[in-house]
């Protein structure tokens, strides 16, 4: 691979993963692709652009695809991962030995680990151990906007704050605007729990209810995200900022979500696996909704909102009972002291 710049493996060959090496190659700098699937690397390999995901993009010169894990590692000195979380520790796993000893790390994936609760971050310790400082990648993007140069913003977040620094510079472009943080566990506690609450607006609009419904929902799902992300240790200016509200507000009101348009099918009267199926891609709120739920309740957080999905996607309650739940609640103060 050629370039000034030190190289970077993407590991991950979705909508997001393409979306962000070719950020990456367009800011200059030397990017690997890798895709499990063989077929699916030499496709895009040999046409130069993601059909299946992002099929108007032209990759740059700079950006190389391989399914080769081991020779996109051995090419390439630092690594951003976009998998999904349910193959995250398995993936690290997977370069744990064929890591650079000077490799930084960072990903874009978003959720919690099924079936433990644990942020990406405390999946990584466990793996890769405490040497490894890492980053983490969250804010309000679409995929095929970032690949299309839209105006984006993200959050980039590190405890190492020349970690978060690094893959910030390497992401910040003419259209791209990356800020640091130090705020780990609130900007990965964002990125998960608003996929819950895309579906809850998804349902209400499904059923027909209206703008005011969607704000209300928008409004107190940031409410309990926050109050969530207190007792683990977020900042509340993280909640309020890209990776919380931000993420928030383009997951629930724009069609290009793919957990709003799930809950919009739910609403419409589908039930989960038909509405699944239609989409056809991942869904991460529909793991997250079980995962948060008992993160909650471990944790004495109230979240109503989060309760209600989870009832309609695993105890098969109707969407419209759910909603009637919401509503009996007991009359309280917006804010409690």
């Known amino acids: 691979m050629n370039g000034t710049a030190s190289a970077i493996g993407v590991l991950g060959a979705g909508s997001w993963g393409t979306a962000l090496a070719v950020l990456l190659a367009r800011n200059g700098t030397p990017t690997m692709l890798w895709a499990r699937d063989p077929a699916q690397a030499a496709a895009m390999q040999k046409r130069r652009s993601n059909e299946r995901y992002l099929p108007d993009i032209r990759f740059p010169d700079a950006l190389a695809v391989t399914s080769d894990l081991a020779s996109a590692l051995a090419q390439t000195e630092d690594i951003l991962l976009a998998v999904p979380s349910h193959s995250f520790r398995s993936t690290l796993r997977a370069i744990a030995p064929l890591m650079k000893p000077a490799a930084r790390l960072a990903w874009a994936s978003k959720g919690l680990e099924e079936g433990s609760r644990k942020l990406l971050h405390e999946v990584c310790s466990e793996e890769l151990g405490g040497a490894i400082v890492p980053a983490v990648i ?178 098969r309650l109707a969407p419209s009972a759910a909603v009637d739940a919401l509503l009996a609640r007991e009359q309280k103060p917006e804010v409690s002291n």
């Open 138 to 315: 969250s804010g309000p993007t679409f995929a095929r906007e970032v690949a299309a140069g839209l105006p984006t913003a993200v959050t980039v977040a590190s405890h190492d704050g020349a970690v978060a620094a690094f893959f910030a510079g390497r992401l910040h472009g003419a259209t791209f605007r990356a800020y640091t943080s130090d705020d780990v566990t609130g900007v990965e506690l964002g990125g998960a729990v608003k996929n819950v609450l895309a579906i809850a607006t998804g349902i209400a609009d499904g059923i027909g209810f209206g703008a005011n419904t969607r704000a209300a929902l928008i409004t107190r799902g940031l409410a309990e995200m926050m109050r969530l992300g207190a007792v683990m240790g977020g900042q509340a200016e993280t909640f309020m900022g890209l990776a919380g509200l931000g993420d928030l507000v383009l997951t629930c009101t724009d069609d290009q979500s793919r957990n709003r348009r799930f809950g919009l099918a739910l609403g419409r009267g589908a039930g989960p696996e038909q509405a699944l199926q239609a989409i056809a891609q991942v869904v991460e709120g529909i793991k997250t909704a079980a995962e948060v739920r008992e993160l909650a309740r471990s944790h004495s957080v109230e979240m109503p909102i989060t309760e209600q999905v989870y009832r309609v996607l695993y105890e």
